[in-house]
Structure formats: C-alpha cells, structure tokens
C-alpha cells in the first residue's frame, strides 16, 4: 500500500524525534506544572510555544473553538482529580472560524453532503455529491459571534460547574493570531477567580 506524503511526512518527523526522545520516557503522568489549557484546535496556535511548555509540563485539551465542552470538562475534572492540577486557563483567540458559521449553517450543509464545503463572498455552499445526513441538525456545535465574549462565557461555565472545586482558578486570554500575544479578559479571570 503506498502512503500519502502526509503520512510518509508525519512517520519520517516521528523518526527524528524518537532518536532524540532521550530522558522523556521517564516523564512521571501528573504534570510538573499543575496547570490545564482549554484551547482551540487551530494550526495557528501552538501552545507549547506560546506559553512555554514542554513535555510533561501541562495538560494541553483542545477542541473546535477551545469551547468549554462537556468532553472538555471532563477532561479538565479528570485532570485536577486524578492528576493534580491546580490551575485552569480557558485560551480563545482572534479570526477564530467558528465565527463563520452557525448551527443552522452546519445542519444544512452536512444534510446536503458529507464532503468538504466551500465558502466564497456569498457564505457557505456544498459542492459535494450526496448523501448528507440529518444528524448535523442534532448538534450544538458551539459557535459564537464575539470571540472575547466566547472565552467569558467558556470561564463563566466552567467556574459555574458542580465538579470544579471553587479552590481552582480559571483564567481567560485571547490569543493574537497576528502577533502571538495572550490577552487576559480580565472580566473572564474575574469570573474564574478561586474562592
């Protein structure tokens, strides 16, 4: 079976770093810097980078939009009962593409086709051949309009959860796709301040 050049890209870059993984296989399983980032999925983002982590360092979830999910915050409880950490930030950032379509948008492009959609200056169109499916209908899939707001929201549902100890505080930025800079929403961190 020949492989795609992703493939054959990801298996020759996975290569290198085993040859120079060294002591990391020690790493203990709880994070060194008791700390977990909510973030978005983004390929502009790269946490490790912009909040200078390393292995082992901090659990890093993401997800579309860096939204407070019920996966995520299953994630987040997993992560300070079992794991200890002590700390929480919730990281959204600017031209975020979940701005660029809602829930109603979604469901009639997926029960339309299943394959990749397009948008130009008259919004979002399917050039997919059917089948679609409904089920796109029965998902919240998260969107916002105000991506400030959106992190406000995230740190407000979070702090407001029956499974988050008031003890954890929960933290609030925005990330600079342009510049790379974490803006805190100080009323998000206001929200999330531990009692």
């Known amino acids: 079976m020949n492989k795609s050049p992703v493939v054959q890209s990801v298996e020759k870059a996975n290569a ?13 399983l709880p994070p060194s810097c008791r700390f977990s ?5 983004d390929a502009r983002m790269d946490p490790a980078k912009f ?8 659990h890093v979830i993401r997800n579309a939009g860096g939204r ?4 995520a915050i299953r994630s987040l409880v997993i992560s300070y009962k079992l794991l200890g950490t002590k700390e929480f930030f919730v990281i959204h950032h600017t031209d975020c593409g979940m701005v660029l379509f809602n ?19 008259n919004g979002w169109r399917d050039v997919g051949q059917g089948p679609g499916s409904p089920e796109g209908a ?9 991506d400030r707001q959106a992190v406000i929201d995230d740190v407000k549902k979070i702090r407001n959860h029956p499974l988050i100890p008031r003890s954890i505080p929960v933290y609030g930025y925005l990330y600079d796709v342009r510049s790379g800079k974490l803006e805190e929403i100080k009323e998000a961190t206001e929200i999330g301040k531990a009692a």
């Open 138 to 146: 029965k998902i919240d899939w998260l969107t916002f309009t105000d």
């Open 16 to 28: 290198e770093y085993v040859a120079s993984f060294g002591e990391k296989g020690k790493l203990p």
């Open 51 to 58: 909040a200078g982590l390393s292995e082992g360092d901090a």
């Open 103 to 121: 829930n109603q948008i979604m469901g009639d492009l997926l029960s339309k086709s299943l394959e990749q959609a397009v948008v130009d200056e």
């Open 37 to 41: 980032v909510l973030t978005c999925m």
């Open 68 to 71: 407070a999910s019920d996966d």
